[in-house]
Protein backbone atom coordinates (compact mmCIF):
# COMPACT_ATOMS: atom_id res chain seq x y z
CA UNK A 1 0.00 0.00 0.00
CA UNK A 2 1.55 3.49 -1.00
CA UNK A 3 2.39 6.13 1.88
CA UNK A 4 -0.88 8.26 0.28
CA UNK A 5 -3.31 5.31 0.77
CA UNK A 6 -2.34 4.91 4.50
CA UNK A 7 -2.40 8.58 4.71
CA UNK A 8 -5.72 8.49 4.09
CA UNK A 9 -6.76 5.53 5.67
CA UNK A 10 -5.57 6.94 8.61
CA UNK A 11 -7.49 9.81 8.23
CA UNK A 12 -10.51 8.30 7.47
CA UNK A 13 -10.10 6.15 10.55
CA UNK A 14 -9.89 9.19 12.96
CA UNK A 15 -13.35 10.45 11.27
CA UNK A 16 -14.69 7.04 11.98
CA UNK A 17 -14.06 7.36 15.64
CA UNK A 18 -15.45 10.92 15.67
CA UNK A 19 -18.69 9.90 14.20
CA UNK A 20 -19.39 7.50 17.32
CA UNK A 21 -18.99 10.48 19.87
CA UNK A 22 -20.29 12.84 17.36
CA UNK A 23 -23.80 12.45 18.81
CA UNK A 24 -22.83 14.13 22.16
CA UNK A 25 -20.90 16.80 21.11
CA UNK A 26 -22.48 17.95 17.72
CA UNK A 27 -25.95 19.44 19.37
CA UNK A 28 -23.76 21.85 21.49
CA UNK A 29 -21.12 22.62 18.55
CA UNK A 30 -23.67 23.32 16.10
CA UNK A 31 -25.70 26.09 18.80
CA UNK A 32 -22.24 27.67 19.26
CA UNK A 33 -19.74 26.88 16.89
CA UNK A 34 -20.95 26.42 13.78
CA UNK A 35 -21.96 29.57 12.12
CA UNK A 36 -18.92 31.82 13.17
CA UNK A 37 -16.47 28.91 11.65
CA UNK A 38 -18.58 28.77 8.64
CA UNK A 39 -18.58 32.79 8.50
CA UNK A 40 -15.01 32.74 9.07
CA UNK A 41 -14.25 29.80 6.39
CA UNK A 42 -16.69 31.83 3.74
CA UNK A 43 -14.53 34.87 4.49
CA UNK A 44 -11.43 33.13 3.52
CA UNK A 45 -13.12 31.56 0.17
CA UNK A 46 -14.37 34.96 -0.56
CA UNK A 47 -11.27 36.93 -0.20
CA UNK A 48 -9.18 35.22 -2.52
CA UNK A 49 -11.89 35.53 -5.43
CA UNK A 50 -11.65 38.34 -7.70
CA UNK A 51 -15.13 40.09 -9.44
CA UNK A 52 -16.34 38.38 -12.67
CA UNK A 53 -18.41 41.26 -13.32
CA UNK A 54 -21.34 39.05 -14.58
CA UNK A 55 -24.93 39.43 -14.15
CA UNK A 56 -27.55 38.39 -12.31
CA UNK A 57 -27.88 34.21 -13.31
CA UNK A 58 -25.43 35.28 -16.20
CA UNK A 59 -22.75 32.13 -16.55
CA UNK A 60 -19.60 32.17 -17.86
CA UNK A 61 -17.74 28.36 -19.48
CA UNK A 62 -14.50 27.63 -17.86
CA UNK A 63 -11.78 26.91 -20.32
CA UNK A 64 -11.97 23.52 -21.88
CA UNK A 65 -15.43 23.01 -19.57
CA UNK A 66 -16.99 20.24 -22.15
CA UNK A 67 -13.60 18.44 -22.28
CA UNK A 68 -13.57 18.40 -18.56
CA UNK A 69 -17.15 17.13 -17.72
CA UNK A 70 -16.07 14.30 -20.77
CA UNK A 71 -13.21 13.41 -18.34
CA UNK A 72 -15.06 13.51 -15.14
CA UNK A 73 -17.58 10.84 -16.56
CA UNK A 74 -15.16 8.88 -17.88
CA UNK A 75 -13.02 8.66 -14.68
CA UNK A 76 -16.37 7.96 -12.75
CA UNK A 77 -16.93 5.05 -15.42
CA UNK A 78 -13.91 3.67 -14.67
CA UNK A 79 -14.72 3.81 -11.06
CA UNK A 80 -18.02 1.97 -11.51
CA UNK A 81 -16.59 -0.98 -14.13
CA UNK A 82 -13.64 -1.68 -11.69
CA UNK A 83 -15.73 -1.93 -8.67
CA UNK A 84 -18.82 -3.58 -9.85
CA UNK A 85 -19.85 -6.58 -11.35
CA UNK A 86 -22.47 -6.84 -13.92
CA UNK A 87 -25.86 -6.96 -12.44
CA UNK A 88 -24.94 -5.37 -9.15
CA UNK A 89 -23.61 -1.91 -10.04
CA UNK A 90 -24.55 1.22 -8.27
CA UNK A 91 -24.43 4.93 -9.02
CA UNK A 92 -20.48 6.30 -8.27
CA UNK A 93 -22.01 9.13 -6.39
CA UNK A 94 -25.22 9.31 -3.85
CA UNK A 95 -24.52 5.42 -3.67
CA UNK A 96 -26.42 3.48 -0.69
CA UNK A 97 -30.13 3.84 -1.52
CA UNK A 98 -32.00 4.70 2.03
CA UNK A 99 -35.41 4.44 0.74
CA UNK A 100 -37.39 5.48 -2.60
CA UNK A 101 -40.63 7.04 -1.25
CA UNK A 102 -44.05 7.95 -2.94
CA UNK A 103 -44.61 11.77 -1.94
CA UNK A 104 -46.74 14.62 -2.77
CA UNK A 105 -44.92 18.01 -3.59
CA UNK A 106 -47.90 21.35 -3.17
CA UNK A 107 -47.01 24.38 -4.63
CA UNK A 108 -47.97 26.86 -2.32
CA UNK A 109 -51.00 29.68 -3.15
CA UNK A 110 -50.54 33.32 -3.23
CA UNK A 111 -46.18 33.75 -4.21
CA UNK A 112 -45.66 36.90 -5.01
CA UNK A 113 -44.89 37.59 -9.04
CA UNK A 114 -41.46 37.10 -9.30
CA UNK A 115 -41.47 33.33 -7.71
CA UNK A 116 -43.85 32.10 -10.33
CA UNK A 117 -42.48 30.65 -12.70
CA UNK A 118 -41.93 26.75 -14.08
CA UNK A 119 -43.55 24.59 -11.53
CA UNK A 120 -44.20 27.53 -9.28
CA UNK A 121 -46.31 29.46 -11.58
CA UNK A 122 -49.79 28.40 -10.09
CA UNK A 123 -51.01 26.28 -6.84
CA UNK A 124 -50.58 22.85 -7.84
CA UNK A 125 -49.80 19.53 -6.52
CA UNK A 126 -47.57 16.67 -8.60
CA UNK A 127 -46.92 13.32 -7.38
CA UNK A 128 -43.48 12.48 -6.26
CA UNK A 129 -40.78 9.82 -6.26
CA UNK A 130 -38.10 11.04 -3.65
CA UNK A 131 -34.49 8.98 -3.04
CA UNK A 132 -32.90 9.09 -0.12
CA UNK A 133 -28.92 8.14 -0.22
CA UNK A 134 -25.82 8.01 1.44
CA UNK A 135 -22.92 10.38 -0.04
CA UNK A 136 -20.34 7.33 -2.13
CA UNK A 137 -18.51 6.25 -3.75
CA UNK A 138 -19.27 2.72 -1.66
CA UNK A 139 -22.26 1.42 0.52
CA UNK A 140 -20.33 0.59 3.48
CA UNK A 141 -22.06 0.64 6.67
CA UNK A 142 -23.79 3.91 7.05
CA UNK A 143 -21.63 4.45 10.24
CA UNK A 144 -18.86 4.64 8.20
CA UNK A 145 -20.31 6.85 5.28
CA UNK A 146 -23.18 8.95 6.87
CA UNK A 147 -22.14 12.64 7.22
CA UNK A 148 -23.73 14.16 3.91
CA UNK A 149 -26.67 12.51 2.70
CA UNK A 150 -28.26 13.52 -0.49
CA UNK A 151 -31.80 13.56 -2.09
CA UNK A 152 -33.44 13.51 -4.97
CA UNK A 153 -36.93 14.49 -5.81
CA UNK A 154 -38.84 13.95 -8.83
CA UNK A 155 -42.37 15.42 -9.67
CA UNK A 156 -44.69 14.06 -11.98
CA UNK A 157 -47.05 15.26 -14.12
CA UNK A 158 -44.95 18.45 -15.18
CA UNK A 159 -46.21 19.40 -18.96
CA UNK A 160 -44.38 21.43 -21.20
CA UNK A 161 -40.95 21.43 -23.14
CA UNK A 162 -38.43 19.64 -21.15
CA UNK A 163 -34.57 20.34 -21.25
CA UNK A 164 -33.62 16.33 -22.11
CA UNK A 165 -35.68 14.55 -24.25
CA UNK A 166 -35.54 11.20 -22.13
CA UNK A 167 -38.47 11.95 -19.87
CA UNK A 168 -41.63 14.10 -20.95
CA UNK A 169 -43.61 14.51 -17.85
CA UNK A 170 -40.58 15.07 -14.46
CA UNK A 171 -39.07 17.77 -13.18
CA UNK A 172 -36.58 16.71 -10.74
CA UNK A 173 -34.79 18.73 -8.08
CA UNK A 174 -31.22 17.57 -6.22
CA UNK A 175 -29.21 18.54 -3.17
CA UNK A 176 -27.00 17.23 -0.35
CA UNK A 177 -26.83 17.88 3.35
CA UNK A 178 -24.53 20.73 3.08
CA UNK A 179 -24.72 24.63 2.01
CA UNK A 180 -21.67 24.16 -0.29
CA UNK A 181 -20.45 21.40 -3.16
CA UNK A 182 -17.57 19.59 -2.14
CA UNK A 183 -15.58 20.76 -5.22
CA UNK A 184 -15.72 24.92 -6.79
CA UNK A 185 -15.34 24.01 -10.19
CA UNK A 186 -15.13 20.93 -12.76
CA UNK A 187 -11.16 21.79 -13.07
CA UNK A 188 -11.68 20.57 -9.37
CA UNK A 189 -13.81 18.09 -9.49
CA UNK A 190 -11.58 16.10 -11.86
CA UNK A 191 -8.85 16.25 -9.61
CA UNK A 192 -10.97 14.75 -7.05
CA UNK A 193 -12.47 11.85 -8.88
CA UNK A 194 -8.68 11.01 -9.65
CA UNK A 195 -8.38 10.48 -6.08
CA UNK A 196 -11.23 8.64 -5.61
CA UNK A 197 -9.88 6.35 -8.16
CA UNK A 198 -6.56 5.77 -6.32
CA UNK A 199 -8.27 5.44 -3.19
CA UNK A 200 -6.95 8.70 -1.77
CA UNK A 201 -10.20 10.87 -1.65
CA UNK A 202 -8.95 13.22 1.21
CA UNK A 203 -5.74 13.64 -0.56
CA UNK A 204 -7.28 15.73 -2.60
CA UNK A 205 -7.95 18.21 0.16
CA UNK A 206 -4.85 18.18 1.88
CA UNK A 207 -2.50 17.87 -1.48
CA UNK A 208 -0.08 21.02 -0.76
CA UNK A 209 0.34 21.39 -4.53
CA UNK A 210 -3.67 22.16 -4.58
CA UNK A 211 -4.49 22.11 -0.97
CA UNK A 212 -8.56 23.28 -0.59
CA UNK A 213 -8.51 22.72 3.28
CA UNK A 214 -11.62 25.45 3.03
CA UNK A 215 -13.34 23.17 1.17
CA UNK A 216 -12.52 20.15 3.69
CA UNK A 217 -13.76 22.48 6.46
CA UNK A 218 -17.17 23.52 5.02
CA UNK A 219 -17.82 19.67 4.41
CA UNK A 220 -16.67 18.73 8.07
CA UNK A 221 -19.42 21.12 9.06
CA UNK A 222 -22.20 19.55 7.95
CA UNK A 223 -20.63 15.56 8.32
CA UNK A 224 -22.57 14.30 11.21
CA UNK A 225 -23.76 11.31 12.13
CA UNK A 226 -27.14 10.91 11.03
CA UNK A 227 -30.27 9.87 12.82
CA UNK A 228 -32.40 9.92 9.82
CA UNK A 229 -32.41 10.79 6.41
CA UNK A 230 -35.84 12.65 7.24
CA UNK A 231 -34.24 15.18 9.96
CA UNK A 232 -31.28 16.42 7.69
CA UNK A 233 -31.46 19.70 5.47
CA UNK A 234 -31.03 19.42 1.91
CA UNK A 235 -29.22 22.37 -0.15
CA UNK A 236 -28.82 22.20 -3.87
CA UNK A 237 -25.34 23.58 -3.36
CA UNK A 238 -25.65 25.14 -7.17
CA UNK A 239 -27.67 27.73 -9.00
CA UNK A 240 -31.14 27.13 -11.02
CA UNK A 241 -33.02 29.65 -13.01
CA UNK A 242 -36.47 30.84 -11.14
CA UNK A 243 -37.86 32.32 -14.86
CA UNK A 244 -35.71 34.29 -17.29
CA UNK A 245 -32.87 36.17 -16.11
CA UNK A 246 -33.16 35.24 -12.30
CA UNK A 247 -30.97 32.11 -10.64
CA UNK A 248 -32.43 30.41 -7.29
CA UNK A 249 -30.93 28.25 -4.87
CA UNK A 250 -33.16 26.38 -3.28
CA UNK A 251 -33.81 23.71 0.01
CA UNK A 252 -35.52 21.29 1.57
CA UNK A 253 -35.78 21.98 5.49
CA UNK A 254 -37.51 19.05 7.37
CA UNK A 255 -40.42 20.40 9.30
CA UNK A 256 -40.76 18.65 11.98
CA UNK A 257 -37.53 19.58 14.44
CA UNK A 258 -37.37 16.73 16.65
CA UNK A 259 -34.45 14.22 16.30
CA UNK A 260 -34.06 10.80 17.23
CA UNK A 261 -31.47 9.20 18.63
CA UNK A 262 -28.28 7.13 16.76
CA UNK A 263 -28.45 3.13 18.08
CA UNK A 264 -24.95 3.19 20.42
CA UNK A 265 -24.43 -0.32 18.15
CA UNK A 266 -25.70 0.70 14.65
CA UNK A 267 -26.82 -1.66 12.20
CA UNK A 268 -25.22 -1.63 9.04
CA UNK A 269 -28.53 0.07 7.62
CA UNK A 270 -29.75 1.84 10.48
CA UNK A 271 -30.73 4.52 8.77
CA UNK A 272 -32.67 2.37 6.00
CA UNK A 273 -34.58 1.29 9.08
CA UNK A 274 -34.70 4.67 10.44
CA UNK A 275 -37.09 6.27 6.90
CA UNK A 276 -39.33 2.94 6.93
CA UNK A 277 -39.77 2.92 10.86
CA UNK A 278 -40.87 6.52 10.70
CA UNK A 279 -42.75 6.48 7.18
CA UNK A 280 -44.72 3.69 8.98
CA UNK A 281 -46.10 5.41 11.54
CA UNK A 282 -46.99 9.02 9.87
CA UNK A 283 -46.51 11.37 6.96
CA UNK A 284 -43.56 13.52 6.72
CA UNK A 285 -43.14 17.13 5.42
CA UNK A 286 -40.40 19.25 4.23
CA UNK A 287 -40.62 22.66 3.65
CA UNK A 288 -38.82 23.64 -0.04
CA UNK A 289 -38.04 27.22 0.16
CA UNK A 290 -35.77 28.94 -2.72
CA UNK A 291 -33.31 31.95 -2.17
CA UNK A 292 -33.03 34.14 -4.65
CA UNK A 293 -30.02 35.86 -6.27
CA UNK A 294 -29.95 39.05 -4.97
CA UNK A 295 -25.61 40.03 -5.74
CA UNK A 296 -23.83 38.39 -9.09
CA UNK A 297 -20.18 38.57 -7.10
CA UNK A 298 -21.49 37.81 -3.45
CA UNK A 299 -23.96 34.92 -4.75
CA UNK A 300 -21.89 33.27 -7.35
CA UNK A 301 -23.42 31.18 -10.30
CA UNK A 302 -19.95 29.51 -11.00
CA UNK A 303 -17.94 28.76 -7.93
CA UNK A 304 -20.06 26.13 -5.89
CA UNK A 305 -18.14 26.72 -2.77
CA UNK A 306 -19.18 29.93 -1.71
CA UNK A 307 -22.18 29.97 0.35
CA UNK A 308 -25.37 32.20 -1.14
CA UNK A 309 -25.32 34.68 2.51
CA UNK A 310 -28.86 34.64 3.54
CA UNK A 311 -28.70 38.57 5.03
CA UNK A 312 -29.03 39.47 0.97
CA UNK A 313 -31.43 37.14 0.23
CA UNK A 314 -33.22 35.08 2.79
CA UNK A 315 -35.04 31.87 1.98
CA UNK A 316 -38.91 31.64 1.38
CA UNK A 317 -40.56 28.59 1.52
CA UNK A 318 -42.73 27.91 -1.94
CA UNK A 319 -44.01 24.78 -1.78
CA UNK A 320 -44.34 21.42 0.71
CA UNK A 321 -42.91 17.93 0.01
CA UNK A 322 -45.47 15.58 1.79
CA UNK A 323 -44.22 11.91 2.39
CA UNK A 324 -47.26 9.67 2.91
CA UNK A 325 -47.05 6.90 5.09
CA UNK A 326 -45.91 3.65 4.09
CA UNK A 327 -44.07 0.60 3.97
CA UNK A 328 -41.04 0.55 2.66
CA UNK A 329 -40.24 -2.98 1.24
CA UNK A 330 -36.76 -3.55 0.86
CA UNK A 331 -36.83 -5.33 -2.99
CA UNK A 332 -39.44 -2.88 -4.64
CA UNK A 333 -37.18 0.27 -3.08
CA UNK A 334 -34.53 -1.33 -4.72
CA UNK A 335 -35.86 -2.20 -8.15
CA UNK A 336 -37.36 1.04 -8.84
CA UNK A 337 -34.15 3.18 -7.89
CA UNK A 338 -32.48 0.61 -10.66
CA UNK A 339 -34.97 2.00 -12.88
CA UNK A 340 -35.06 5.91 -12.04
CA UNK A 341 -32.50 8.10 -13.00
CA UNK A 342 -32.41 11.77 -11.49
CA UNK A 343 -30.64 14.55 -13.06
CA UNK A 344 -31.03 18.20 -12.60
CA UNK A 345 -32.01 18.52 -16.37
CA UNK A 346 -34.63 16.79 -16.02
CA UNK A 347 -36.64 19.62 -15.87
CA UNK A 348 -38.09 22.86 -17.60
CA UNK A 349 -36.72 25.75 -18.98
CA UNK A 350 -37.35 27.72 -16.46
CA UNK A 351 -35.46 25.97 -14.10
CA UNK A 352 -32.85 25.56 -16.40
CA UNK A 353 -29.85 24.22 -14.49
CA UNK A 354 -26.73 27.30 -14.34
CA UNK A 355 -22.83 27.35 -13.53
CA UNK A 356 -20.33 24.81 -14.71
CA UNK A 357 -20.98 22.19 -12.28
CA UNK A 358 -24.10 21.74 -13.31
CA UNK A 359 -23.54 21.94 -16.82
CA UNK A 360 -21.48 19.27 -16.40
CA UNK A 361 -23.87 17.12 -15.15
CA UNK A 362 -25.65 16.74 -17.80
CA UNK A 363 -23.06 14.30 -19.72
CA UNK A 364 -22.02 13.19 -16.55
CA UNK A 365 -24.82 11.92 -15.42
CA UNK A 366 -26.10 10.58 -18.69
CA UNK A 367 -23.37 8.54 -19.29
CA UNK A 368 -23.53 7.11 -15.02
CA UNK A 369 -27.11 6.28 -15.55
CA UNK A 370 -26.55 4.23 -18.91
CA UNK A 371 -23.76 2.75 -17.54
CA UNK A 372 -25.27 1.52 -14.17
CA UNK A 373 -28.87 0.24 -16.22
CA UNK A 374 -26.71 -1.36 -19.30
CA UNK A 375 -24.23 -3.06 -16.69
CA UNK A 376 -27.73 -4.12 -14.46
CA UNK A 377 -30.64 -4.86 -17.26
CA UNK A 378 -32.81 -2.22 -16.42
CA UNK A 379 -33.71 -0.40 -18.53
CA UNK A 380 -34.04 3.56 -17.86
CA UNK A 381 -37.80 4.30 -17.08
CA UNK A 382 -40.27 7.03 -16.34
CA UNK A 383 -44.29 7.09 -15.88
CA UNK A 384 -45.80 6.48 -19.37
CA UNK A 385 -48.53 8.95 -18.66
CA UNK A 386 -48.58 11.87 -16.62
CA UNK A 387 -48.95 11.49 -12.91
CA UNK A 388 -49.25 7.38 -13.15
CA UNK A 389 -46.43 5.57 -11.29
CA UNK A 390 -45.48 2.65 -13.27
Known amino acids: MSAGRRLNDAVLGGVLLERRIDPYVRPLFDRTLLRPVQAAVQWCINVRRRDEHLGLAEERAVPGEAALAEAIAQQMARFVRRQYRPGESQRAGNTKTYGVVHAEFTVRDGLPARLRHGVFRAPATYRAWVRFAGPGPLAPPDI???????????LLGVGGEKLLD???WTQDFTGISAPAFTTPDVVENLRLQQHVFAGTPVLYFLDPRHPHLCDMIMQGLYAKTRSSPLEARYWSCTPYLLGAGQAMQYSFVPRDGT??????????????????????ERDVYFDFLVQ???????????NASVVWPERLSPFVPVATLRLLRQECDPADQFARADRLSFNPWHAVPEHRPLGNQNRARRTIYLQLARLRQAMNGTPHQEPEEPGEEE
Open 144 to 154: KDNGILSIGVK
Open 166 to 168: DER
Open 259 to 280: RSRVPWHPPDDYLRQALAAALR
Open 292 to 302: VQSDAHRMPVE
